[in-house]
């Protein structure tokens, strides 16, 4: 009798992505796996073929619990007694202090301290299934860690289509911004971000060859010849903190203010007045004791429900004046306003939209598409300075991008935007202009890639009250560069090592 072959499994593809429902999908490359499609949306890398290619495996995890464990108590400074440990379909251990359970078991009941799921969020077929679970068996303030095979680790940079992240047994390949989009809609709030590599003595000189591998295209081989000093991290844990869900969010503007009488009621007016679908509004007004009249304009609105003033002694910068504004923040959402209406205030629907759909977590409006540096500054009264300014921005852009493995086109616009709790465990000490370096810095360093968005932009000259100076703001953010590069990301030394 002849024998045939039972008939395959029906494949399903996706029509949407598994993390934001946008339907806005690309192929981007095939594996022995199935093909991988990316989210143009939050970029969410996935298989798109459903059931998902993947088998459970009996791996036994007990080693990871304990050391995820010891992270998490460090990181937090806690000690929780009763820990719920999340592994893979199939996995197994056992752990001092925790109780080991694969991701399609986990208890219908039941309170614990904390949780540490480990390998587990890529590899279930829900995901939101699995938060809303560990929610559930959470209280109010328990902390959590999150560790996944990473799209943000330097591993799988390096590696490109060749990472082994790709090959082992997950359905969804988290980065750093679609791993936090993830938590904060289930509810866990302030993730804070670690990688498992180690910078090592004689790094550098590995560092250097595996560059000149990775420059003729030997990526694989960079990757290797790293690999055993320990030099890439595959993996990112993300430690957050169990919260509530947010039904109404609301915006935090925060609006600096030093002799900007001119313009501050007529900003002031608008912004009151703005509404937008959904969305509550806080107005912080940060006067720094103006010399022109301003802070009796700003005292003016200090009785309007939406205005909370701070009121500054003396005027020690602007970036002084938005961190004071940082720390009234109560807002979900946090976005940088000036008071002299060089930006327009319409913009603000389409620079938050892409953050309440847990699309990204940082927007910047760009005043300028990438290739249009010139356009950025005009000043009617000064067209010879206008031009040093867009050289400068164009020298800084460079070293920026050059340094942080950037390709971004406006960082150093006024219009940040970014979800408060990309904050979390990040502190900061400029006060001038050359906050705007530091703060998209460590955004950066944290693990976070910022959207661009063309906005409106009507730029001012020195004369009409531009502030920044010619030499000391420029030796400022050089200095800013160089020293945000290396410096302890979060104030905790914890390991395995900050992102």
Same mark, same amino acid.
């Given at each position: 009798?002849?024998?045939?072959?039972?008939?395959?499994?029906?494949?399903?593809?996706?029509?949407?992505?598994?993390?934001?429902?946008?339907?806005?999908?690309?192929?981007?490359?095939?594996?022995?796996?199935?093909?991988?499609?990316?989210?143009?949306?939050? /970029?969410?890398?996935?298989?798109?073929?459903?059931?998902?290619?993947?088998?459970?495996?009996?791996?036994?995890?007990?080693?990871?619990?304990?050391?995820?464990?010891?992270?998490?108590?460090?990181?937090?400074? $806690?000690?929780?007694?009763?820990?719920?440990?999340?592994?893979?379909?199939?996995?197994?251990?056992?752990?001092?202090?925790?109780?080991?359970?694969?991701?399609?078991?986990?208890?219908?009941?039941?309170?614990?301290?904390?949780?540490?799921?480990?390998?587990?969020?890529?590899?279930? *077929?829900?995901?939101?299934?699995?938060?809303?679970?560990?929610?559930?068996?959470?209280?109010?303030?328990?902390?959590?860690?999150? $560790?996944?095979?990473?799209?943000?680790?330097?591993?799988?940079?390096?590696?490109?289509?060749?990472?082994?992240?790709?090959?082992?047994?997950?359905?969804?390949?988290?980065?750093?911004? $679609?791993?936090?989009?993830?938590?904060?809609?289930?509810?866990?709030?302030?993730?804070?971000? #670690?990688?498992?590599?180690?910078?090592?003595?004689?790094?550098?000189?590995?560092?250097?060859?595996?560059?000149?591998?990775?420059?003729?295209?030997?990526?694989?081989?960079?990757?290797?010849?790293?690999?055993?000093?320990?030099?890439?991290?595959?993996?990112? $844990? *993300?430690?957050?903190?169990?919260?509530?869900?947010?039904?109404?969010?609301?915006?935090?503007?925060?609006?600096?203010?030093?002799?900007?009488?001119?313009?501050?009621?007529?900003?002031?007016?608008?912004?009151?007045?703005?509404?937008?679908?959904?969305?509550?509004?806080?107005?912080?007004?940060?006067?720094?004791?103006?010399?022109?009249?301003?802070?009796?304009?700003?005292?003016?609105?200090?009785?309007?429900?939406?205005?909370?003033?701070?009121?500054?002694?003396?005027?020690?910068?602007?970036?002084?004046?938005?961190? *004071?504004?940082?720390?009234?923040? /109560?807002?979900?959402?946090?976005?940088?306003?000036?008071?002299?209406?060089?930006?327009?205030?319409?913009?603000?629907?389409?620079?938050?939209?892409?953050?309440?759909?847990?699309?990204?977590?940082?927007?910047?409006?760009?005043?300028?598409?990438?290739?249009?540096?010139?356009?950025?500054?005009?000043?009617?009264?000064?067209?010879?300075?206008?031009?040093?300014?867009?050289?400068?921005?164009?020298?800084?852009?460079?070293?920026?991008?050059?340094?942080?493995?950037?390709?971004?086109?406006?960082?150093?616009?006024?219009?940040?935007?970014?979800?408060?709790?990309?904050?979390?465990?990040?502190?900061?000490?400029?006060?001038?202009?050359?906050?705007?370096?530091?703060?998209?810095?460590?955004?950066?360093?944290?693990? #976070?890639?910022?959207?661009?968005?063309?906005?409106?932009?009507?730029?001012?000259?020195?004369?009409?009250?531009?502030?920044?100076?010619?030499?000391?703001?420029?030796?400022?953010?050089?200095?800013?560069?160089?020293?945000?590069?290396?410096?302890?990301? #979060?104030?905790?030394?914890?390991?395995?090592?900050?992102?």
């Amino acid at each position: 009798m002849r024998l045939y072959p039972a008939p395959a499994q029906e494949v399903r593809p996706l029509e949407r992505c598994p993390s934001c429902a946008s339907d806005r999908l690309e192929y981007e490359f095939r594996t022995e796996r199935g093909r991988i499609s990316r989210c143009t949306e939050c /970029t969410l890398l996935f298989f798109r073929e459903r059931p998902f290619p993947g088998a459970r495996a009996a791996v036994d995890y007990g080693a990871r619990v304990a050391e995820r464990l010891a992270h998490l108590r460090r990181a937090t400074g $806690t000690q929780p007694r009763r820990v719920l440990a999340v592994v893979p379909p199939g996995a197994f251990g056992s752990a001092e202090g925790a109780e080991i359970v694969a991701a399609d078991a986990l208890p219908e009941q039941g309170t614990y301290d904390a949780a540490v799921a480990i390998d587990a969020l890529d590899r279930v *077929a829900d995901a939101d299934a699995l938060l809303e679970r560990l929610r559930a068996l959470l209280p109010p303030g328990a902390p959590v860690s999150v $560790t996944v095979p990473s799209v943000s680790s330097s591993a799988a940079r390096y590696a490109g289509a060749a990472w082994t992240g790709f090959t082992g047994g997950a359905s969804r390949f988290y980065s750093v911004d $679609t791993l936090q989009s993830a938590l904060i809609r289930h509810g866990f709030r302030d993730p804070k971000f #670690y990688a498992d590599g180690a910078l090592r003595p004689g790094s550098l000189r590995v560092r250097t060859a595996a560059g000149m591998l990775r420059a003729v295209g030997l990526r694989r081989a960079a990757v290797r010849a790293q690999r055993p000093s320990q030099l890439l991290d595959e993996s990112t $844990t *993300a430690v957050a903190v169990r919260g509530e869900l947010v039904e109404r969010p609301k915006l935090s503007v925060i609006v600096p203010v030093y002799n900007e009488k001119a313009t501050f009621a007529r900003l002031m007016d608008q912004l009151v007045a703005k509404a937008i679908d959904g969305i509550e509004i806080e107005i912080i007004v940060v006067e720094s004791n103006s010399q022109d009249g301003s802070r009796e304009e700003v005292l003016a609105y200090a009785a309007h429900p939406r205005v909370s003033v701070v009121l500054q002694e003396a005027p020690r910068g602007k970036g002084n004046a938005v961190r *004071a504004g940082l720390e009234r923040a /109560t807002g979900d959402i946090v976005l940088f306003q000036d008071a002299d209406l060089e930006y327009e205030i319409d913009d603000y629907d389409d620079l938050i939209a892409p953050i309440r759909a847990y699309r990204r977590n940082f927007v910047i409006g760009s005043r300028h598409n990438k290739g249009s540096a010139w356009k950025i500054r005009d000043f009617n009264d000064a067209p010879v300075l206008s031009q040093v300014f867009n050289v400068g921005h164009v020298v800084f852009l460079g070293l920026l991008n050059g340094l942080y493995e950037q390709s971004l086109a406006d960082p150093f616009s006024m219009f940040k935007v970014f979800r408060r709790d990309c904050l979390a465990g990040l502190s900061f000490e400029c006060n001038r202009f050359d906050f705007d370096f530091e703060i998209v810095i460590k955004l950066l360093r944290k693990g #976070y890639r910022p959207l661009e968005l063309p906005v409106n932009y009507h730029s001012r000259s020195i004369a009409e009250g531009k502030k920044v100076t010619m030499v000391r703001d420029p030796l400022s953010w050089l200095r800013a560069l160089v020293r945000f590069r290396g410096v302890d990301l #979060y104030a905790t030394d914890a390991s395995p090592r900050e992102r």
